[in-house]
């Protein structure tokens, strides 16, 4: 079984920057697909990012430019460095694994205040 733990969300103002971090129990983090998913008040959950075992990124067009994901696979790390933050960026982040994605953590919150 694996256990993804996600931390680094907070309270920022519009424009402000923050970095989540996931990590990964087990031992199948370097062979698969990490994913950070969102999910706003009243609304479904929905891919932000993800990243591929070879290093290959996939973003949504409302994160593209200001948002980026990577990984550490030696530290079973996978990271989401939000920048230029906006109110509709406001949401649960969740990190999952595999694709489509088999394991969840159990989110982390980011709220951006204009």
């Known amino acids: 079984q694996v256990q993804l733990v996600e931390s680094g969300g907070g309270l920022v103002q519009a424009g402000g920057s923050l970095r989540l971090s996931c990590g990964a129990s087990?031992?199948?983090?370097?062979?698969?697909?990490m994913s950070w998913y969102r999910q706003a008040p009243g609304k479904q959950r929905e891919s932000v990012a993800y990243i591929g075992t070879g290093g290959d990124t996939n973003y949504a067009d409302s994160v593209k430019g200001r948002f980026t994901i990577s990984r550490d696979n030696a530290k079973k790390l996978v990271f989401l460095q939000l920048n230029s933050l906006k109110p509709e960026d406001t949401a649960v982040y969740y990190c999952?694994?595999?694709?489509?994605?088999?394991?969840w953590g159990q989110g982390t919150q980011v709220t951006v205040s204009s």
């Open positions: 087990g031992s199948i983090f370097s062979i698969n697909t």
């Open positions: 999952a694994m595999g694709n489509p994605p088999y394991f």
